[in-house]
């Protein structure tokens, strides 16, 4: 059975894909049609019911469980992940406005259905002069001054000092301290027309994907590299501790609460619709 599966170029989602799509392991039948995105194309093909499996962010999520169900394996939660919002000038003044003046703050965003745009709109509810970017564009915005600051996520975490660039704030360090929980930020979902037993093959294939990358970490190294857009081994692997780890093999009790909280958060602050179905496999 061939199924549509997408995903982004970046070096944790090729790590954990590398054995299902390049058939290290048992797919159990399943093959796959592999579509390399950015988070919100992919946010956006979901949105449009596209793909049978694929990458995307929860905030995205919160908005087409009808259409879609998250998967125990393949998720992307932690602590010390979250995105970054950076400036060239003075970090402290720009915090500064953006709780007094936050709507003259013109911010590069990698998304409005990001994770990270969400937690930004948590962090500052005024900031809402944004401009959508490709996540990879973010830096060099800032850096040109077409925007006052930039919201990054992804590898550009560990780039934005080398560039002269300075934090404001670690968005994921603002929700750790808010909930005590890890964020949520991308989680792979599977589109809840496939009958149930696929759903469940699939889910089961995927998390010995990510077994089998963790037994093997350099299995995939050509493959990483080759998606990973001239970063260098040490960065693609900082990557991948980063964003890659126990919740990526099952998101257990500990994740799904994360989860819940994040949509709970939303859901309060009127940043989503009502969610009227079951978000996980059952």
């Not at 040109?144 to 080398?162: C, K, M, P, S, W």
């Not at 792979?188 to 010995?208: F, G, S, T, Y």
């Not at 126990?246 to 949509?263: C, P, Q, T, V």
């Amino acid at each position: 059975m061939k199924l549509t599966l997408g995903f982004s170029p970046c070096p944790n989602d090729t790590f954990i894909f590398d054995a299902l799509i390049h058939h290290k392991i048992d797919t159990e039948g399943l093959d796959f049609e592999v579509h390399y995105d950015d988070v919100e194309t992919l946010n956006q093909k979901a949105f449009r019911g596209e793909l049978d499996i694929t990458k995307l962010s929860y905030h995205a999520f919160a908005y087409i469980v009808d259409k879609y169900v998250l998967l125990d394996a393949g998720s992307a939660l932690g602590f010390g992940v979250g995105p970054m919002l950076i400036c060239k000038e003075d970090p402290a003044v720009l915090e500064a406005k953006l709780k007094t003046d936050g709507a003259n703050v013109k911010i590069g965003i990698p998304g409005k259905y990001t994770t990270a745009n969400f937690l930004l709109g948590l962090a500052f509810p005024d900031a809402t002069n944004k401009i959508e970017l490709v996540f990879s564009d973010i830096e060099n915005a800032v850096l040109e001054g077409r925007v006052d600051a930039g919201l990054i996520i992804h590898e550009n975490r560990f780039t934005y000092q080398e560039k002269g660039l300075k934090k404001i704030i670690d968005l994921g360090d603002y929700w750790e301290k808010e909930t005590g929980c890890a964020i949520p930020l991308g989680g792979i979902v599977a589109n809840r027309n496939l009958p149930e037993d696929i759903q469940h093959k699939i889910n089961r294939v995927l998390r010995k994907s990510v077994e089998f990358a963790f037994a093997n970490p350099k299995s995939g190294l050509d493959f990483i590299r080759q998606h990973a857009q001239e970063m260098s081994e040490e960065v693609m692997y900082k990557h991948i501790d980063l964003y890659v780890n126990k919740y990526s093999i099952d998101l257990g009790e500990e994740g799904r609460k994360a989860i819940r909280l994040l949509f709970d958060t939303a859901l309060e602050k009127k940043i989503i619709p009502a969610i009227n179905h079951n978000i996980f496999l059952t």
